[in-house]
């Protein structure tokens, strides 16, 4: 799950197209929809939400008075750009999303403004302005780019990029030529530095080589099978455990630590919890710090929502 800017989704469109749309083709093709069945259909859908603002799949359906199952084929639309899905009709936390006409959505945006090959190009750059130092298999993965792909893209972009090494590794890095000053200008703190992450953060996810903030040992408490990652404690840019929240029977934030840390490093831990937590529930919350976690591996999906549920 990405957030875009509005400026930068004609070019996510035009770089991932290629990628999407033949996985939903395929997939609607599974799912027992013909060719003539997707035409006639989405023809109809289009003329259904014509002025009509956002609809879900099911008055979708409904108002057609068609028993096809129609989600591949929304789904295929979104993809074709010419459907966009919007705010759920429930609230935030519902999945009975809306879908709109994608030129009624956002009338002042093209998705045919750009060309495959500039759109990768921007979004090569985009991560490493984000992401850098990363490796070409950081970008590969993030992407969904092949490192064929990836590496033609390097070099295209070769008077705005520059490999770097690391001291700690012996892999080679790349960073954006720009950002090169800022990098070397960057002063090691002698303060221990806490952050609490959300899950799903995107310091966790954007790479595929996880060595720099993360032991292999701790691998399985921090992603489930599906690669998602779960809520965690960072100190100095390192995993060191995982936090959750809990409204029953009280209001509550459980720690799990892999490991002990210094008395100082625990109180701040256990001030950014109370207040993460309070910000949360809207009220104070109570500590808890568990002996023990079942890894992610292990437990059933949507385990990485409440990682701490069973301890």
């Known amino acids: 799950v990405y957030i875009l800017t509005r400026d930068f989704i004609p070019t996510a469109f035009a770089a991932t197209r290629k990628m999407t749309e033949p996985k939903s083709e395929a997939y609607s093709k599974f799912l027992g929809i013909s060719e003539k069945e997707y035409k006639e259909t989405s023809k109809r859908i289009g ?22 199952n129609i989600s591949p084929i ?24 809306t879908y709109h006409l994608f030129n009624e959505y956002f009338p002042d945006i093209r998705l045919d403004q750009e060309s495959e090959e500039d759109a990768r190009k921007k979004v090569v750059a985009a991560h490493l302005s984000s992401f850098g130092p990363a490796t070409e298999t950081d970008i590969s993965w993030w992407t969904g780019f092949s490192k064929g792909e990836v ?35 960057l002063k090691e703190t002698k303060k221990d530095i806490v952050n609490l992450l959300p899950g799903l953060d995107p310091y966790l996810m954007g790479y595929k080589e996880r ?28 995993t060191i455990g995982v936090w959750d929240v809990y ?48 890894p992610l591996t292990r437990r059933k999906a949507g385990g990485v929502m409440s990682p701490l549920k069973d301890n």
């Open 47 to 68: 003329e259904l939400l014509n002025g009509h603002g956002g609809k879900t799949v099911k008055s979708i359906r409904d108002e057609l008075g068609t028993k096809l």
């Open 74 to 97: 929304v789904n295929l639309m979104c993809d074709q750009g010419l459907l966009i899905r919007g705010a759920p009709e429930k609230g935030w936390k519902s999945n009975l999303h």
């Open 151 to 185: 590496r033609q893209i390097i070099n295209d972009l070769k008077d705005k990029v520059v490999y770097i090494g690391n001291s700690t590794s012996d892999k080679t890095y790349l960073v954006l030529s720009e950002q090169i000053g800022l990098l070397m200008g």
């Open 211 to 238: 060595h720099r903030y993360l032991d292999q040992k701790n691998y399985d408490y921090i992603f489930d099978p599906a690669g998602n990652a779960t809520s965690t404690i960072l100190l100095n840019g390192e």
């Open 247 to 294: 409204e029953k029977p009280r209001p509550l934030v459980k720690l799990f630590l892999f490991e002990g840390v210094q008395n100082e490093v625990l109180k701040d831990i256990h001030s950014m919890a109370k207040k993460i937590g309070k910000f949360i529930m809207e009220k104070e919350v109570q500590i808890k710090e568990c002996d023990s976690m079942t």
